[in-house]
């Protein structure tokens, strides 16, 4: 089965830092995804790791550790238009490689 | 086409009728999902098409709810005997494949449908 587990809320101030964890818990695991879901819109693809280790782009950043069932999305110098939900994705290697999505966790930037 | 197109884009239908829900994958795409979203809550998976076949139906809620692709391309979800339990986003998203690790999935913009 698969279990993955996200804050629901948080908030942050605008030009700051914040980091968006992710534990899972999966019965096998071919990489995680970090999607962004603005309110009543399609969620779409920010981030990408199958290693170990951070992966950079931007102002967005995603790390992984597979012996710890872990990631976090690191999301600099924050900007109102980043308030939205952002979904942690992980793909099974078990069966049919489905990829299964935790509940999201929803950022409020504040001025 | 460019993207992942989903139609209807919103659907109000009565308690107890039947919604067709339709998904055009990115061209080429081999992989194809349906997923539920209800208002405030995370995807939901449904199906999960592997070209024409359906390896993956564990998230079908209820035998009121099916799905079918032809042609490695279109896929519709029906949903029979419509309850206000169903009621939600159904978001449609398709990807190169799954073999792959690195291949991302695209979403559609989603089919909303109430239910009333």
């Known amino acids: 089965g698969q279990n993955i587990d996200q804050p629901t809320e948080m908030t942050a101030t605008e030009g700051a830092i914040v980091q968006i964890n992710c534990t899972y818990q999966?019965?096998?695991?071919?990489?995680l995804f970090w999607y962004q879901q603005h309110a009543g819109e399609a969620p779409t693809f920010l981030s990408y790791n199958v290693l170990d280790g951070l992966e950079e782009k931007g102002r967005f950043s995603s790390f992984l550790s597979r012996s710890k069932g872990y990631s976090y999305l690191l999301l600099k110098e924050l900007q109102m238009k980043d308030s939205a939900s952002y979904l942690c994705a992980v793909r099974d290697s078990t069966g049919a490689n489905n990829l299964f999505f935790g509940t999201g966790t929803r950022l409020t930037v504040i001025p | 086409g460019a993207g992942v197109s989903q139609s209807p884009s919103n659907k109000v239908t009565e308690k107890g009728k039947d919604v067709e829900l339709r998904c055009d994958p990115i061209?080429?795409?081999?992989?194809l999902y349906w997923y539920r979203q209800r208002l405030g809550q995370g995807l939901e998976f449904l199906i999960y098409?592997?070209?024409?076949?359906?390896?993956?139906k564990s998230g079908l809620p209820s035998d009121r709810f099916s799905a079918e692709r032809t042609g490695e391309s279109v896929s519709t979800l029906t949903i029979q005997r419509t309850q206000q339990e169903d009621s939600a986003v159904y978001l449609c998203?398709?990807?190169?494949?799954?073999?792959?690790?690195?291949?991302?999935?695209?979403f559609g913009e989603g089919s909303w449908l109430t239910v009333v």
């Open positions: 998203a398709s990807s190169t494949s799954t073999g792959l690790s690195g291949n991302t999935i695209y």
């Open positions: 098409f592997q070209g024409n076949s359906a390896p993956d």
């Open positions: 999966t019965s096998g695991f071919n990489g």
């Open positions: 061209s080429g795409h081999t992989a």
